[in-house]
């Protein structure tokens, strides 16, 4: 996990950070972490519309990283599928593109 205050990794453990000495919201304290609700969003949003999720992914696992909040996953998750879906969006254009080229060469004038 990352300092709240300095930013630098300590360890998930740790109730105070050994650097700048300030209390961390860790497990030890009895604190649950929450879930990130960007990295929800982010996963939701790779099913509708997968640019959306890609970036609120994308954020989601950067303020995880400093938070130390829970949905790691949810938010890999979210990347994952958006840029599967981005990949796939690419490829049925591109055939698209090739099916029209090929039909509008074999049209004799």
Do not use: H, W
Not at 29 to 58: D, Y
Request: hydrophobic share 50%.
């Amino acid at each position: 996990m990352y300092c709240k205050n300095c930013g630098s990794e300590i360890d998930d453990q740790a109730v105070v950070c050994p650097k700048c000495g300030v209390l961390t919201s860790g497990k030890s304290q009895g604190l649950e972490p929450k879930t990130n609700t960007m990295a929800i969003v982010g996963l939701v949003m790779s099913f509708i519309f997968a640019i959306a999720g890609l970036i609120c992914s994308i954020i989601a696992r950067k303020q995880i990283r400093e938070s130390g909040e829970k949905g790691m996953g949810l938010a890999t998750a979210g990347l994952i599928i958006s840029i599967v879906e981005i990949v796939l969006y690419f490829i049925v254009i591109l055939i698209y593109v090739i099916v029209i080229a090929a039909a509008l060469g074999s049209v004799v004038y």
